[in-house]
């Protein structure tokens, strides 16, 4: 596989184009950003970390049939995945009050909330990713009737499959994002799944084991996601 044009460069990934026009590779970096770039800084091994875990969970969920872009893992910073069109409405799940929605309801983090809570956020940088619901999705065209409801099912879908694998590791899926994108008339799962869209917590101290750490200065940053990557490939949780 032949890596070619550098095609985008984000806040913490790097796409490449490739000798197939139908897939890229995703180069994750160490960089840290928070509160939309307004913080920055780097997390030694980040980015092979967060290539590592992301690989473990695609593989997961392929083994329970959902659908993703990932093809294989090409180096250790390094995945190949196939070439999405980016839907700009990124999927949160919660599952657990923190994070704006604590803020934005007043409400103490660490309350569980059933069902889960489900929200879409527009994806653009320059206006800070807003808040919006299914009206204005549907409204501006940034995708179907048919494409939200496979988003929102897929979302709930992965829930159901990541949070019982996750606890049987004494790690809590408090939280997470996703971006779905359209390749030959799909709409399929696309992005990365790993601390840096995730909030986990230990289940037993509830410490953040996520960018939290990151944006909120607790220190222990590369440690925290160090750790996810051990219990995901069968160590025993210490922290």
């Not at 934005?104 to 983090?109: D, K, M, Q, S």
């Not at 065209?141 to 990541?162: K, Q, T």
């Not at 399929?188 to 037993?204: H, K, M, Q, V, Y």
Request: aromatic residues 8%; glycine residues 6%.
């Amino acid at each position: 596989m032949e890596k070619r044009a550098l095609l985008y460069s984000g806040k913490a990934k790097d796409v490449y184009a490739t000798d197939d026009p139908s897939q890229c590779i995703v180069h994750f970096r160490d960089s840290a950003t928070a509160f939309n770039a307004q913080k920055k800084g780097e997390i030694a091994d980040k980015g092979r970390l967060n290539n590592l875990i992301s690989s473990h969970f695609f593989h997961l969920l392929d083994q329970r049939g959902v659908a993703t872009h990932f093809v294989r893992t090409l180096a250790p910073c390094e995945m190949l995945v196939k070439r999405l069109d980016i839907i700009k409405v990124e999927v949160v799940v919660r599952n657990i009050t923190a994070g704006s929605l604590a803020k934005r309801l007043a409400v103490a983090e660490g309350m569980p909330v059933n069902p889960p809570v489900l929200e879409y956020y527009f994806k653009d940088d320059a206006l800070g990713d807003p808040l919006v619901n299914d009206s204005h999705i549907l409204a501006f065209g940034w995708a179907s009737a048919a494409e939200l409801s496979i988003m929102a099912a897929g979302a709930l879908r992965i829930n159901d499959i990541l949070v019982p694998a996750l606890r049987k590791l004494d790690i809590l899926l408090v939280d997470f994002k996703l971006e779905f994108g359209r390749v030959a008339g799909r709409v399929i799962l696309g992005d990365e799944i790993s601390p840096d869209t995730c909030r986990f917590w230990d289940a037993n101290t509830l410490a953040h084991l996520d960018k939290d750490r990151f944006r909120r200065d607790l220190g222990g940053v590369a440690e925290a996601y160090q750790e996810i990557y051990r219990r995901l490939k069968g160590g025993t949780p210490n922290v």
